[in-house]
């Protein structure tokens, strides 16, 4: 007989293994544009970057199949197939991670989002403790049962699917529904304004068409086959915040004091400005005109190069100022490319993608523009789809398990039944004895 420890151990670690995975891949569902700069670090640290087209579609395929294996290795589904598969990527991200442990070439992994940040260390030995349990799992998983029948098993895997998916295009197309990162709705944020000095830049320089950053002690000689290109402003770090901050800069001068300071400020974010579709700069221009007749002051905030900027403003006609502000910081603030975020007075009002406006809310100059994001609840939507998620399954499992269930019941009764007609039976039997015996004797 299976000993009841090891079964213990068994659905202890189908838990941890299985409930590990449901986090990182539900962590990566919210936040795919997270998840989609991530997957742009790593291609560029391996140097394949004519694999950055493809980095949305891996955000949205590993926070799915990270989640459903979780949810099949957590319920027993596939008991064989689940922690082999397991195993199988555990057997890739483990030495990955030892690479980036060792090298530090990307801070952090990114496995959990930024819900919990690891340091390269810690998730190489989250990931050896994990192996550890597939592998246990894949020995001795098959020893008890699961919580669905073979039958129905992947249907939790399509709804998991489900799920993933629809949180992942949320959050894609309009902004995820748990923010984890410091520039919550709500936060007060503060300026990291600096004396401007040569060590406020850094300079951008070009060889064989890859650009790379220098600070000025750095900066290549002339005759090192670099070519300068532009420079950039960066936050000085000098002071500590107690409140998240931003450096704001034109051309040098830091104007974050003054986006601050204003009632009713819109931030137009260009994380990316060479990938906005040139459509939206129609609606940028028109959403600038609208809010300027509000009381609205608008203003983009960019990570380009000057040159980029210039190129921009030329072809688009842009009637607002663009500014420049650190690329992480940038896409820490919102999510989307464009992103249009409501200041008032620095406290965050609302932000989200600006295609999950209504473009004719944007043209309609009787609307007022601090409602734009009226009908955007996240926190309830959330919990509608997990909600519908939990009942699906729960259903699932009721439909699966109920004639189970109830054929146990029926034949706990028919037992009893035979049970009560065996003794009816033995009891006829020893009186017909006893009345023989009596006659006998008479």
């Given at each position: 007989?299976?000993?009841?420890?090891?079964?213990?151990?068994?659905?202890?670690?189908?838990?941890v293994?299985?409930?590990?995975?449901?986090?990182?891949?539900?962590?990566?569902?919210?936040?795919p544009?997270?998840s989609?700069?991530k997957?742009?670090?790593?291609l560029?640290?391996?140097g394949?970057?004519?694999?950055?087209?493809?980095?949305?579609?891996?955000?949205?395929?590993?926070?799915?199949?990270?989640?459903?294996?979780?949810?099949?290795?957590?319920?027993?589904?596939?008991?064989?197939?689940?922690?082999?598969?397991?195993?199988l990527?555990?057997?890739f991200?483990?030495?990955?991670?030892?690479?980036?442990?060792?090298?530090?070439a990307?801070?952090?992994c990114?496995?959990?989002?930024?819900l919990?940040?690891?340091?390269?260390?810690?998730?190489f030995?989250?990931?050896?403790?994990?192996?550890?349990?597939?592998?246990?799992?894949?020995?001795?998983?098959?020893?008890?049962?699961?919580l669905?029948?073979?039958?129905?098993?992947?249907?939790?895997?399509?709804?998991?699917?489900?799920?993933?998916?629809?949180?992942?295009?949320?959050?894609?197309?309009t902004?995820?529904?748990l923010?984890?990162?410091?520039?919550?709705?709500?936060?007060?944020?503060?300026?990291?304004?600096?004396?401007?000095?040569?060590?406020?830049?850094?300079?951008?320089?070009?060889?064989?068409?890859?650009?790379?950053?220098?600070?000025?002690?750095?900066?290549?000689?002339?005759d090192?086959?670099?070519s300068?290109?532009?420079?950039?402003?960066?936050?000085?770090?000098?002071?500590?915040?107690?409140?998240?901050?931003?450096?704001?800069?034109?051309?040098?001068?830091?104007?974050?004091?003054?986006?601050?300071?204003?009632?009713?400020?819109?931030?137009?974010?260009?994380?990316?400005?060479?990938?906005?579709?040139?459509?939206?700069?129609?609606?940028?221009?028109?959403?600038?005109?609208?809010?300027?007749?509000a009381?609205?002051?608008?203003?983009?905030?960019?990570a380009?190069?000057?040159?980029?900027?210039?190129?921009?403003?030329?072809?688009?006609?842009?009637?607002?100022?663009?500014?420049?502000?650190?690329?992480?910081?940038?896409?820490?603030?919102?999510?989307?490319?464009?992103a249009?975020?409501?200041?008032?007075?620095?406290?965050?009002?609302?932000?989200?993608?600006?295609?999950?406006?209504?473009?004719?809310?944007?043209?309609d100059?009787?609307?007022?523009?601090?409602?734009?994001n009226?009908?955007?609840?996240?926190?309830?939507?959330?919990?509608?789809?997990?909600?519908?998620?939990?009942v699906a399954?729960?259903?699932?499992?009721?439909?699966n398990r109920?004639?189970?269930?109830?054929w146990?019941?029926?034949k706990?009764?028919?037992?009893?039944f035979?049970?009560?007609?065996?003794d009816?039976?033995?009891?006829?039997v020893?009186?017909e004895i006893?009345?023989?015996t009596?006659?006998?004797?008479d």
């Open positions: 007989m299976f000993n009841w420890f090891l079964g213990a151990v068994v659905l202890l670690m189908r838990i293994v299985g409930g590990v995975f449901m986090l990182s891949g539900f962590a990566k569902a919210i936040d544009w997270g989609y700069y997957f742009n670090e790593y560029m640290a391996f394949w970057e004519e694999l950055l087209s493809l980095s949305i579609v891996g955000a949205f395929v590993l926070a799915a199949m990270e989640f459903t294996l979780g949810v099949v290795i957590a319920t027993g589904s596939c008991r064989r197939g689940g922690p082999i598969v397991s195993v990527f555990l057997l991200m483990t030495p990955l991670t030892f690479w980036l442990a060792r090298t530090n990307i801070p952090d990114g496995c959990f989002g930024d919990l940040v690891l340091d390269n260390w810690q998730t030995y989250k990931n050896v403790m994990l192996l550890a349990g597939s592998l246990y799992l894949v020995f001795l998983n098959k020893k008890i049962p699961s669905y029948g073979p039958a129905v098993q992947w249907v939790t895997m399509v709804l998991s699917c489900v799920l993933c998916l629809g949180l992942s295009v949320y959050g894609y197309f902004q995820p529904l923010d984890f990162r410091p520039y919550k709705v709500g936060t007060q944020l503060s300026s990291k304004s600096a004396p401007v000095s040569d060590d406020s830049y850094v300079f951008i320089y070009e060889k064989d068409g890859v650009q790379k950053e220098f600070a000025l002690d750095s900066v290549p000689d002339d090192s086959g670099w300068y290109v532009d420079r950039r402003g960066v936050a000085q770090d000098s002071v500590a915040h107690d409140t998240p901050s931003i450096a704001v800069w034109d051309n040098g001068d830091d104007v974050s004091d003054e986006l601050l300071s204003r009632e009713h400020q819109i931030l137009i974010l260009l994380p990316e400005l060479e990938k906005v579709n040139r459509a939206y700069s129609f609606l940028l221009n028109d959403l600038n005109d609208n809010a300027a007749h009381g609205y002051h608008v203003a983009a905030i960019t380009a190069s000057e040159e980029a900027i210039a190129a921009w403003n030329e072809m688009t006609v842009a009637r607002y100022p663009i500014y420049t502000e650190d690329d992480s910081e940038l896409k820490m603030i919102a999510r989307g490319n464009p249009i975020v409501l200041l008032n007075s620095g406290k965050v009002e609302w932000k989200r993608t600006l295609v999950s406006i209504d473009p004719d809310l944007i043209r100059r009787s609307f007022p523009v601090d409602k734009f009226q009908e955007y609840l996240p926190y309830p939507t959330l919990a509608k789809m997990c909600a519908a998620y939990l399954m729960g259903l699932l499992l009721a439909f109920t004639h189970v269930l109830l146990k019941i029926t706990f009764i028919i037992g009893l035979k049970r009560g007609r065996k009816d039976d033995d009891g006829i020893i009186e006893t009345d023989a009596t006659h006998d004797k």
